[in-house]
């Protein structure tokens, strides 16, 4: 029988009065330097490669859900939060990336609601789409109020105000 011993310094002192001590949550083997007393793994992942950042990229614009990408890549959702909001940054901002408008334009405003945590935190998302390049030209995420529905209109382009518009007949349209 052959046997191997190997032995582990410590990444901050360079000891190697190490103990095992646990595991983490991946599984692997956690370590306790007894001289400094840090404790951690030895070969801890240090970051992701751009290759495995951009596979996930493409899954994400796939529409794969969140822990689909957590199981098939072993990424965290919360690490591809974070790329999501990296990438979000990088965007162009919405007013650059639409098309000339057009008079016979037609713009279609419309209100969806959806919850964060409960269904107590309601938040209305507020939507204005051109029906011709069916691109959305503004958006606005507040509650289902006078104020928000200005809001959007505040944020539709001035080559888009002047266009005609249709919405499903809420009170809060008829004061913008």
């Not at 990444?11 to 949550?25: I, L, R, T």
Request: hydrophobic letters at 35%; one cysteine or more.
């Amino acid at each position: 029988m052959i046997r191997t011993i190997i032995t582990h310094q410590c990444p901050q002192c360079g000891s190697q009065n190490m103990v095992k001590n646990g595991h983490e949550y991946k599984g692997a083997q956690k370590y306790q330097c007894k001289d400094c007393m840090s404790y951690g793994t030895l070969d801890a992942q240090r970051g992701y490669d751009n290759q495995t950042r951009r596979q996930v990229r493409r899954a994400v614009l796939e529409r794969m859900s969140l822990r689909g990408i957590a199981r098939v890549f072993g990424v965290s959702r919360r690490t591809v939060a974070k790329w999501l909001e990296q990438w979000a940054h990088q965007l162009p901002p919405l007013a650059t990336t639409l098309g000339e408008a057009r008079r016979d334009d037609v713009l279609e405003l419309d209100e969806m609601w959806s919850f964060v945590l409960k269904k107590t935190n309601k938040r209305w998302v507020w939507v204005a789409l051109c029906r011709r390049t069916r691109q959305i030209v503004a958006y606005f995420i507040g509650d289902r109020s006078q104020t928000s529905c200005l809001h959007l209109w505040r944020r539709i382009p001035r080559a888009y105000r002047r266009c005609s518009s249709f919405s499903d007949c809420w009170e809060a349209y008829q004061h913008c």
